[in-house]
């Protein structure tokens, strides 16, 4: 494949020619003639999505309630959750997959939390909804990352409310028991893996979260929601003595291999005490904007050399550079100031979100492309004069800050292209159905 320009971590290099072998994985990386073809981005790696909550993308935004807040949004979500069937989670997640390849995402981490059958009876195979996720991601080609995520109490130190039946185990045994079934789901398909989860600190009580975090497959990503809502921190100190990420730098052993989901509100020393160990976090600005979550201190946090990564999340975005953006002017709005990236600009925040990404999915590898890795690549189209008529140095910025979706060509997925606009039929299709039978739109 030929591109006009291909990013690694020092830069556009380019023109540039890539071959690959019929696994899609890179061969060689030649320079070439810059005459023709497109740019070529890493594939973004989005690290913390729920699946079934694209059906109900765009239909939570008339509020009557004058005080509608994340807490009224999730009710919301309970009577989407409880509806959804196995078939149709399915064809959702075919959908939502196929759009997160278009807008250039070519791995999805699923943050899987919908377990049992509607009235909360397990599955015959308790990893069936693991298994609908991993036949969407096959049919749509993305690479995913199935997190199994433990869930047992309804709020800290109280009783899981009849709404969660679908999420909650009785124990931590039942819940490494469909981790060991989902890592065997994993099987089926060439491009998915695993790692495991905990909800939030309010779903689990102290001694499961430790339990699972020593007990589970050690070398696996481990992801938690944490520290997403002021109600949350508050609740958390009222039971605990202390605030989310306090308790986890305290009990939990924090490293690498935690993924911190939001952890929007952090004091001085839970920022720091996230970058001393290691652990990472996963920002969700659009649904993060969107629920009136609050806003991430990130300028701090690069400045203590913190790791973060982005994820979709609600879905009510799939657009990577939208989150991007998003999150750098919420920088710039809170701060009355400009430089949230540093130096680099936007090539600093795409490096995070593939390093860190890689982390939350469980996936190695050093340079953007590399020969005898996957090729996978957001593809940017360079025939708008904005992006054709700059230079080098400012164009990752005005692909990142300047472009809309009609630039976006589609991903090159394990090596094989797939081209925006080119929606599939039958996937859009029993999509459709989907919505009308859940009839919430
Ligand atoms: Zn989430």
Not at 241 to 264: Q, S
Not at 389 to 416: A, F, H, K, W
Request: include cysteine; charged fraction near 20%.
């Amino acid at each position: 494949m030929h591109f006009k320009g291909l990013l690694q971590k020092d830069g556009w290099h380019g023109g540039a020619d890539v071959t690959t072998d019929d696994s899609g994985i890179i061969v060689s990386i030649a320079e070439a003639d810059a005459d023709g073809g497109d740019f070529v981005l890493p594939g973004f790696r989005n690290a913390h999505s729920h699946a079934f909550q694209y059906a109900m993308a765009g239909v939570a935004e008339n509020h009557s309630n004058p005080n509608d807040d994340f807490w009224s949004w999730r009710e919301a979500m309970y009577k989407l959750a409880l509806e959804i069937d196995p078939d149709q989670l399915e064809a959702t997640a075919a959908m939502l997959y196929s759009e997160m390849i278009r807008h250039g995402y070519t791995h999805v981490a699923e943050f899987q939390y919908l377990h049992h059958d509607k009235d909360g009876t397990p599955y015959s195979n308790p990893a069936e909804m693991a298994s609908r996720l991993i036949a969407a991601a096959s049919k749509t080609g993305i690479n995913i990352t199935v997190v199994p995520v433990f869930y047992k109490t309804g709020g800290f130190g109280k009783p899981a409310t009849e709404e969660q039946r679908r999420f909650v185990f009785d124990n931590t045994e039942d819940y490494l028991r469909l981790v060991e079934a989902t890592a065997r789901e994993c099987g089926n398909y060439e491009y998915a893996n695993f790692g495991i989860g905990i909800h939030s600190l309010r779903a689990a009580s102290a001694d499961e979260i430790v339990a699972i975090s020593k007990e589970g497959p050690g070398d696996v990503p481990l992801h938690i929601h944490v520290a997403e809502q002021l109600r949350e921190v508050e609740d958390c100190v009222a039971f605990y003595g202390k605030r989310p990420v306090e308790w986890l730098l305290d009990n939990a052993a924090l490293d690498e291999r935690w993924n911190l989901v939001h952890a929007t509100y952090l004091l001085e020393h839970e920022l720091t005490g996230i970058t001393d160990s290691g652990a990472n976090v996963v920002l969700c600005p659009t649904t993060e904007c969107n629920l009136g979550d609050g806003i991430f201190s990130l300028k701090h946090f690069r400045a203590h050399g913190g790791s973060w990564s982005i994820g979709s999340d609600s879905n009510v975005s799939l657009n990577p550079f939208e989150e991007i953006r998003l999150l750098d002017y919420g920088q710039r709005l809170t701060s009355r100031s400009r430089n949230t990236f540093g130096e680099t600009g936007s090539r600093y925040a795409i490096e995070s979100v593939f390093d860190a990404g890689g982390r939350a999915t469980g996936v190695s590898g050093d340079n953007f492309f590399e020969v005898g890795k996957p090729f996978n690549g957001c593809v940017v189209g360079s025939d708008h004069p904005l992006v054709s008529e700059t230079s080098m140095s400012n164009r990752l910025n005005t692909i990142v800050y300047c472009s809309d979706p009609t630039l976006q060509r589609g991903s090159i997925v394990n090596g094989r292209a797939s081209v925006a606009g080119e929606l599939n039929n039958e996937i859009g299709d029993r999509f459709a159905k989907v919505l009308r039978e859940l009839g919430n739109r």
